[in-house]
């Protein structure tokens, strides 16, 4: 069980509630603050590619793949601010607590879309240096690696976790 999710009050902390709520708000932010730097360096290499003489010679599959990645930098930006926002809307109403939660949903919402964002930059960058069979490969082995990092990895070791807390208390009698 994640401390957000510890109603108890103990956490292994000397702290309140409220100050634990305070420390995963903290936590949040500045998880939020290193993914938008990703989709920003991605987001700005795809918004120069238009500029440069060879995006004339792109094929239609090309230019919707781009224009996808695109929507899909633009979304996950939208996502990024969004808890700045939410704050905004929650502030001083003592709601923290839906606050930490929702902020918990977008970031991970948001590492889809940075996954996304990368497997579709890679893809279009593979398509047009090495042909259309090597975009989609490195799309799509790029986003399998993304799934296993992102998704697979954290689970895995929230399972190892919970295992290991469980033989503990096991082995106190507790």
């Known amino acids: 069980m994640s401390e957000v999710e510890d109603y108890t009050g103990r956490t292994g902390r000397n702290e309140t509630r ?3 709520l305070d420390r995963n708000w903290a936590e949040l932010l500045q998880e939020m603050r290193v993914l938008q730097m990703g989709v920003q360096i991605l987001a700005g290499f795809l918004l120069t590619l238009p500029f440069q003489e060879r995006f004339e010679d792109l094929d239609d599959f090309q230019v919707g793949l ?7 930098a633009a979304l996950t930006t ?18 923290k607590e839906t606050l930490v939660s929702s902020g918990d949903t977008i970031a991970k919402i948001t590492l889809a879309g940075i996954a996304l ?18 975009g989609l490969t490195a799309g799509a082995a790029l986003m ?21 807390s469980s033989a503990n208390h096991n082995e106190n009698g507790t």
């Open 78 to 95: 939208a996502l990024i601010l969004l808890p700045v926002s939410v704050h905004r809307r929650l502030f001083r109403k003592r709601l």
């Open 117 to 134: 964002l990368s497997a579709g930059t890679a893809a279009l960058v593979f398509d047009v240096t090495a042909g259309r069979t090597a």
């Open 18 to 20: 409220e100050e634990q």
């Open 144 to 164: 399998a690696v993304m799934v296993v990092l992102l998704v697979y990895v954290p689970i895995h070791l929230n399972r190892r976790a919970a295992a290991g």
């Open 66 to 72: 781009y224009l996808t990645n695109v929507v899909i």
